[in-house]
Nanobody, 119 residues
Framework: QVQLVESGGGLAQAGGSLRLSCAAS????????MGWYRQAPGKQRELVAT???????NYGVSVKGRFTISRDNAKNTVYLQMDNLKPEDTAVYYC?????????????WGKGTLVTVSS
């Protein structure tokens, strides 16, 4: 089975930076689009950014210009560079991947990592 493991979350001050990583592990699969989503208390889960195998990116309006998504296809790893953090960025961040296996295509999710931004 495919496992997604996030790292890099934690505490940052407003205006600071954090870099999140998510690595997919397992066998018998390939990864298509990968992305990051987040959920703050009392709100629905929202898109942060996605990136396809050709490095075409898409960003949520609230993070555009501040966050950058990238990937390393050889390592099946996706990154999220978060700059100019704001308290409103505080949320649980989830890594997601579109997983292709024989006779199946599914979405896989990590367990999430908490990002807290203080003012």
């Amino acid at each position: 089975q495919v496992q997604l493991v996030e790292s890099g979350g934690g505490l940052a001050q407003a205006g600071g930076s954090l870099r999140l990583s998510c690595a997919a592990s397992g066998s018998g699969f390939s990864i298509q689009t990968m992305g990051w989503y987040r959920q703050a208390p009392g709100k629905q889960r929202e898109l942060v950014a996605t990136i396809n195998p050709g490095n075409y990116t898409n960003y949520g309006v609230s993070v555009k210009g501040r966050f950058t998504i990238s990937r390393d296809n050889a390592k099946n790893t996706v990154y999220l560079q978060m700059d100019n953090l704001k308290p409103e960025d505080t949320a649980v961040y989830y890594c997601a991947a579109e997983v292709v296996a024989p006779l199946s295509l599914t979405d896989s999710w990590g367990k999430g990592t908490l990002v807290t931004v203080s003012s």
